[in-house]
């Protein structure tokens, strides 16, 4: 392989065998170098996911407050609108209360939903698992057997 920077060499002159520490230094650096770009390839995935996570997840709190604030103050006057309809105030509130409990169930089954749908960094364990592959011996060679 020749760079750039690399003098090629004259097409009077014939080409070398490369050396045996020529051919392990290359593999090495190739091995070295795909293994940086699996490890890059994994941090670009993570990032995007975790990014997605956190930020579903600061939703589900932020709305999570809102909604505490939002039913205290309804409860409050869904109550008062029960007592004033006829009913005594602890039915009246026994009614509210168990009313949120069902939507606050209903709203925390959504977000876990939603949350099981971030995925890992698929990509990267396919790629992965594809460097074995790259080392294995062909499927014309028997392989030997292994203890």
């Known amino acids: 392989m020749s760079t750039a920077g690399e ?15 020529r051919l392990v230094a ?6 070295s170098t795909l293994i940086q770009s699996e490890i890059a390839l994994a941090k670009a995935e993570l990032k995007v996911t975790v990014r997605t996570s956190g930020t579903g997840a600061a939703l589900l709190a932020v709305a ?3 909604g505490l604030v939002i039913i205290i103050l309804a409860s409050i ?6 007592i004033y309809a006829g ?6 509130y026994l009614i509210v209360t168990g009313t949120y409990l069902l939507i606050a169930l209903i709203l925390a089954l959504l977000g876990v939903r ?9 990509k990267t364990i396919a ?5 074995p592959k790259a080392f294995s011996t ?5 392989t030997p057997p292994q203890a």
């Open 138 to 142: 062909s499927s014309d060679e028997p």
């Open 114 to 122: 939603k949350l099981k749908k971030v995925r890992g960094p698929e």
């Open 77 to 82: 006057t869904i109550a008062q609108f029960i």
């Open 64 to 66: 999570g407050f809102i």
């Open 87 to 92: 009913l005594d105030p602890w039915w009246a």
């Open 7 to 21: 003098p090629q060499p004259a097409a009077s002159e014939p080409e070398e065998e490369p050396t045996l520490g």
């Open 127 to 131: 790629t992965a698992r594809e460097i």
């Open 26 to 31: 290359d593999a090495s650096r190739d091995i």
